[in-house]
């Protein structure tokens, strides 16, 4: 489904240390909250509870109009619940980190005539950052973000769009995995700060992150980028952002506000017409032959009649009366016909082509989001396996290391095993194994993974 650009222009105001913040969302968190966002209106002098139709971010956004689409903006919303960010400000005393909810409450009507819309209230402590925005704050245009389908993507534009008019960027590598969530921080059930990294190693990040960013931003909004990593030694510490207007965007703005004109006929002089036609086959026929078919027939006849014929000859046909040939194909009106058949089969192949990689690439987003929902739940299950049982990850991680075909090696340390997708992915599948009944509430996302990696593999 193609997003519906909004008629009026929905804007996102966000003070500097939001778009700043320490945060992670999913990508229905993400909609969900940007949606809150662009109902604040500048004149509004508190928040009210704003109430959201699901129906509207799914047009929006472009999203099926099915019942998981209703179900995952549903738990989106609820999941914010729980949210905290991490906000640092500059003060006369220093810089302060306050951790807050973004939301107070989310209701939800659940019996009734529409149960297809949730309301929602911000935190009062959102106040100096989503309605009090008087100077250091960003503001972009909603549709830039509609197509796109990575949270790490979203919070990437917002950063950059931040710094637009000066032109680059610097973050350190382990701050910018911070902010965008790619380093996640917690309190285990014990009260310990844990810190899960889920990029630790730069190709990693640049791979599955940074250059998944620069395409989507391509695409989709009105900025591009280029980046190179900042060495220290041999390890990357740094990442510079070149910033740029994205010059597919500013031709399709060019695009959008042209009127769209009707086609014009233009009328050629026949001196013209006979002169450009004659060129083509004067060693074959005089002017006065071509003139009279100028008279006689359109020019597209004529110049089909005559590229077929040069096209015989240049394939080897032996043709004794070439100019009687060339007035033969000229006057045959059933050339056109079947040019024009074969070119409306070529159309429709062309169309049918289009259409399916549309549908793959819908199919490809959303399974990239439940995908991404799915990694995350299991990492949470996992997370809280560990915290319930504390041998539980020493002995899936000794398991793992000495099945054949795992990838562990021993001339490496945990951490860069962990870093190796199939390592990491035989680890997972033994706390799977030995704890499956904690497994059992992601099986509605594995079946919707499975059925799309289906629709994936008959599109393609």
Known sequence: MTPSIPTVRLMVRKSNSLVEARYKFNMWETRVFTKMITMVRMADEDFKPYRIYLRDIIQEFGLDKDKASYDLLRDGANTLLQKEVS???????????TRTHLIVDATT?????????IEVRFHPKMKPHILELKSRFTVYDVKNILN??????????????????IGYRTFEFEELKEII?????HRNSKGKMVVKDNYPLYGSFNQKILQKAQKHLLLHTDLCFEFEPLKQGRKVNKIRFIIMRNPRYDAAQVDEKMPELGMQQVSHEEDAVVSRLFVQVAPYVEE???????KAYSEEQIQYGINYTLNQLKSGKDIQNIGGYLHTMVSTDNLVAARAAEEAK???ARKKADKRRKELAQVEKKYEEINSQLVEKTEEVIRGIFDRFPDAKGNAFAKASKKRGSGYRSDRSNAENMADPIFRAVFRGMVRKNYP????????????AKKLRGQMGRLR
């Open 109 to 117: 009507q659940v019996q009734g005539s529409n149960t297809n819309y």
């Open 181 to 185: 969530g790619a380093k996640e921080m």
């Open 288 to 294: 006065p032959a071509v003139r009279r078919w100028v």
């Open 87 to 97: 906000i640092f400000q500059e003060t006369e005393e220093g810089m302060n980190e």
């Open 148 to 165: 796109l389908p990575s949270s790490y993507s979203v919070r990437i534009y917002e950063l950059l769009k931040q710094y637009e008019k």
């Open 437 to 448: 009944e904690h497994f059992a509430a992601l099986k509605t996302l594995e079946d919707w």
């Open 346 to 348: 070529r159309k429709q």
